[in-house]
């Protein structure tokens, strides 16, 4: 597209745009900065279609302008009603810009959560924006527009929560510079899935270690939001986290991540070619048809390596059974509740945005960023299919 057609010509027109959604006379908010810039973007590709400017007087002209015409869409952000530009004398037009503006709702979003990142954000949003209609931003306007993301950010890690029978927590670590000095900072994350086996994302804090102090202020702050009828806790097992867990959830049984048991026993094992064959045995385990049948397999594979690798038989005696309390569930069940693997595929996700950034000049633009991912994937989790295929019984598991 030529780059004279591309770039709107009036030099306020993306204060125009933004000014509604950040002086809060924008009753959508995003929705409406979205609005605004398909629509403005669908009027620049117009002009390029008819290869000609608003009233412009050229031999190049193709057609003419023809008004417009609303479509109301359903998005991410709630149905918006756009303006789709027309022509007459049998040029054909169909906006492009619509359908990828409305994929980049996303992109638009996380660009916009990027702002402070240094070498990040303006570049990233001056992307986003140049793919939509051409516009370029400002450090100063993405600031302005950021704010105004943080309050719906905030307001979406401090909604109320219900009941969740199966609770799921990880973290991840980003590097941060705090008081000049480069730091790892854990971003602890929590998911939960209902009764009816739909699955969101309940809370995301970033603290300075997974120390209990901060597990148990993040949980803490769960229940309080409302979180409660926990059924099921999975998680690995660290240490931090696990006397939170015990604080917080009193009670409540806890599956240890069968992924992360896979992995630590390769810790115990003597001898490299004997990795594979304790892979299999513990495979044998944690894929039995129903507890009985894990126990023997584990009391076979503890006599096995008894002689031979007697760490690891005792290694596997005290740990292995904290991966099997998902044999309490429906079988339909166990194979996505016997890991953190769900968690883990998130926290892939949240490294895929991160590692463009390398290093967050503060706490609080992590905290921003993965706010911005969470909330969007949270959103298509609510609205998608269910996560378990049945809902989970009522009944309080038995230890």
């Not at 079988?331 to 016997?338: A, F, G, I, T, Y």
């Not at 609080?364 to 960023?369: F, M, N, Q, T």
């Amino acid at each position: 597209m030529n780059t004279e057609m591309t770039h709107l010509q009036q030099p306020n027109v993306l204060d125009s745009i933004l000014q509604p959604l950040l002086d809060g006379s924008a009753e959508g908010g995003l929705a409406d900065l979205v609005r605004l810039v398909l629509n403005e973007a669908m009027k620049i590709e117009r002009n390029h279609a008819l290869k000609a400017q608003p009233y412009q007087r050229t031999a190049a002209r193709l057609g003419r302008a023809n008004g417009f015409k609303d479509r109301s869409i359903p998005t991410a952000l709630g149905k918006i009603t756009f303006d789709i530009p027309q022509v007459r004398d049998g040029i054909p037009f169909t906006p492009t810009c619509l359908e990828l503006g409305l994929r980049s709702e996303k992109a638009l979003k996380l660009a916009l959560a990027e702002m402070y990142v240094q070498g990040v954000s303006t570049r990233k949003i001056t992307h986003v924006l140049e793919t939509l209609c051409g516009l370029e931003i400002s450090s100063a306007q993405v600031s302005r527009a950021a704010a105004a993301l943080d309050a719906e950010l905030t307001q979406w890690r401090n909604r109320p929560l219900d009941c969740f029978a199966q609770l799921m927590l990880d973290a991840r670590y980003e590097k941060v510079r705090r008081s000049g000095q480069v730091v790892d900072c854990a971003v602890l994350i929590a998911i939960g899935i209902d009764p009816d086996g739909k699955r969101s994302i309940l809370g995301v804090s970033v603290s300075l270690s997974e120390a209990e102090v901060h597990w148990r202020n993040f949980l803490s702050t769960l229940q309080a939001r409302g979180l409660h009828g926990v059924q099921l806790v999975i998680s690995d097992d660290h240490a931090g986290l696990r006397a939170a867990r015990l604080a917080r959830f009193v009670g409540v049984p806890w599956q240890r991540c069968q992924f992360h048991l896979q992995q630590n026993a390769q810790a115990y094992v003597p001898k490299l070619d004997q990795r594979e064959e304790v892979a299999a045995a513990l495979r044998a385990v944690f894929d039995a048809p129903d507890r009985p049948e894990a126990e023997r397999q584990l009391k076979l594979a503890v006599a096995q390596y008894q002689a031979r690798a007697p760490r690891l038989a005792l290694w596997m005696e005290e740990n292995i059974p904290q991966g099997l309390t998902v044999f309490m569930l429906p079988p339909s069940q166990r194979r996505r509740l016997r890991t953190s693997n769900l968690i883990e595929r998130l926290n892939r996700e949240i490294k895929r945005r991160t590692r463009v950034v390398s290093l967050f000049p503060n706490e609080a633009s992590v905290l921003r960023l993965v706010s911005a991912l969470l909330s969007e994937t949270s959103e298509d989790w609510e609205t998608g299919k269910r996560y378990l295929p049945e809902a989970t019984p009522s009944t309080v598991l038995a230890p």
